[in-house]
């Protein structure tokens, strides 16, 4: 099973993206959770744009991609797993953990640092909360979250499967989690003990620096229970809760050319973390 992933990676990849993407633009047809003001052809064209430049980018900028790295690591037993040969079974399931983890403290760190917080507000700055919200970084933080996780790869060295399962994973989960779907409340408090559901996560995308710098969380939601960050429910409520940042509100702001340059536009303003809570 794992070879047979690993020799289909492309196609694994390709599947699970495109078959998740149409399943959830379906749910958002069949079950909305709230009314979206901003046409959608606007923000899918430029959004899934993004998706074609930060794609091409990876390929162009890594010769060696963290799938590759993991197979050459396991080869010559380098990094921590390896060098203490743990069975595979649960080499694998601390990968997955240990990678979820490592992405969640990227993800505080890209909210600390001001200089980062420029490259991922382009995430925050969508006017909408929808399936391509959670496809819309900027390509530079693509490339350092790359970056970022190849070290990972390199100190960890575990099952190359082990990454691409959690790779394919997080796509899928972040398409799920900032989809506009309505789950039932009861149903969302059961799936939140597994894994960040879209009503945990569109709290990070309020306007309002306190709760856009909480549920940092895009696959595991303990990470945001464990280490302090979770907040349960917007203060204005799903329907009425504003999504975005108070830079670029106007519908210019969502075309593609304006969000590559959005990084060097303004001051980095009150959102990173360490700038203190704010009084709204
Ligand atoms: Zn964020």
Known sequence: MPKLLLA????VRIAVFLGILFAMAAWEVAAPRRRQEIPRLLRWTNNLGLVVI???LV???FPIVAVGLALLAEERGWGLLNVFGVPTWLAFVASVIALDLAIYLQH???HAVPALWRLHRMHHADLEFDVTTGLRFHPIEIVLSMGIKIAVVAALGPPAVAVLVFEVLLNATAMFNHSNVRIPQGMDRILRWIVVTP???RIHHSIHPSETNSNFGFNLPWWDKLLGTYRPQPKEGHDSMTIGIEQFRTGRDLWLDRMLIQPLRGPA???PINRGGDAK
């Open 8 to 11: 289909n990676e492309p196609l």
């Open 59 to 61: 390929r162009l900028t």
């Open 54 to 56: 930060d794609t091409i």
């Open 108 to 110: 505080v760190m890209f």
């Open 199 to 201: 009503d945990m996560h």
């Open 269 to 271: 303003s009150g959102y």
